[in-house]
């Protein structure tokens, strides 16, 4: 009886990267060997040693494959031709949805940043998570060149409190299932386009702004 064909190399490689991630991002990288990601693979050590190298290279490609796949959500964006609200709401929405359906790709990131390793945090700045930060930063830059976004809100600003807002309710959203005043403790396009809403047209009533 024959054996089973072995897979590619690409798809082992994205099996390796998938178990590592799940692995890493429930108990970090002290919790996590090179053994553990090798047996829920179904792989040997030299077969991800072959691939990555080291731990902590397989560590960072897989920090960096989940900020990148966020990174494609920017890039959508910016093909719009629409209206900064709806180009908002539109990445907004993106976003939450993705939280939800790969929640170890926010949390394996998040479990990073909370540790506060600057070595990986500058690594992660420079590969990835710079690119998509000023990929945001040009969108905002290019609604105020519109007449979209007032010219005296600052684009970083707005750029933190988007992400934030998004990431935050990704984080507590169980707890805001128990507030009855929450209705979107579980609809990522309510709370999004909320959210957009609030990011455009300010929380100023027409009286005051007069």
């Not at 002290?30 to 553990?36: E, L, T």
């Not at 700045?125 to 600052?154: K, M, N, S, W, Y």
């Amino acid at each position: 009886m024959l054996g089973a064909s072995p897979s590619p190399p690409h798809v082992t490689v994205r099996i390796i990267l998938a178990e590592a991630r799940r692995l890493f991002a429930a108990r970090g990288f002290d919790g996590v060997s090179i053994s553990d990601v090798a047996t829920a693979a179904a792989v040997s050590k030299a077969n991800i040693f072959h691939h990555f190298g080291t731990k902590q290279a397989l560590y960072m490609e897989v920090l960096t494959s989940s900020l990148n796949e966020f990174g494609e959500l920017t890039d959508h964006l910016q093909r719009e031709r629409a209206p900064i609200e709806q180009r908002l709401h539109h990445f907004l929405l993106a976003h939450a949805a993705h939280l939800q359906k790969y929640p170890e790709a926010a949390q394996v990131v998040l479990r990073e940043l909370l540790e506060n390793r600057s070595e990986i945090t500058q690594q992660l700045a420079e590969q990835a998570a710079g690119a998509q930060f000023r990929r945001l930063f040009e969108l905002v830059q290019e609604a105020q060149r519109a007449g979209e976004i007032r010219a005296e809100v600052d684009p970083a600003a707005l750029v933190v409190a988007m992400i934030g807002a998004v990431v935050f309710q990704f984080q507590v959203r169980s707890l805001l299932r128990h507030q009855p005043e929450v209705e979107f403790a579980d609809d990522p396009k309510r709370y999004s386009r909320l959210l957009a809403e609030v990011f455009v047209n300010g929380i100023h009533s027409e009286e005051t702004t007069g």
